[in-house]
């Protein structure tokens, strides 16, 4: 995988991850405000010399608005937390590439499997020697082959 690849990806993370902290903010902003109203609703059923009653904000179709945005605040930071997890990992693997790169030159690279774990690539002058060697052994194996075929066809 080159390393522009991990760049786009470490961009369009980094995208989503701005929204969903606006989105976050946003949120909380407003359930304080409902928790705000929800205090002074109490206060005065409280001040009224009345017991404690449920209060709820309704809203179309929902009937506790409050407890939805809380729902929807903790959706957000469980999606936040596996985006900020995905920006590590890919930091990570920038980081190997870059070491990789170092040590090895441009000969190495990754890939990702059908599991989405990494895998080394190397395209090096040893790798392509070796390949012409085996390919070279393969050819006298089967001219053996065919030898020993012949020798024992005439028996």
Do not use: C, W
Request: proline share 3%.
């Amino acid at each position: 995988m080159p390393p522009q690849d991990l760049k786009v990806q470490e961009e369009a993370l980094q995208t989503l991850l701005k929204k969903i902290d606006a989105d976050v903010d946003k949120f909380t902003r407003l359930l304080e405000k409902l928790h705000g109203k929800h205090e002074e609703l109490s206060d005065v059923v409280t001040d009224a010399g009345l017991s404690p009653v449920p209060i709820h904000f309704t809203a179309g179709k929902s009937e506790d608005v409050l407890r939805e945005v809380e729902s929807h605040i903790l959706e957000l930071n469980k999606l936040k937390n596996l985006i900020e997890m995905r920006l590590k990992r890919i930091f990570q693997e920038e980081d190997l590439l870059e070491h990789l790169h170092e040590h090895y030159g441009n000969n190495v690279s990754f890939t990702r499997n059908q599991k989405g774990l990494i895998e080394l690539q190397v395209d090096d002058a040893d790798a392509k020697n070796t390949f012409t060697q085996l390919q070279e052994s393969k050819k006298k194996l089967d001219v053996l082959r065919e030898q020993i075929h012949d020798l024992a066809g005439d028996e």
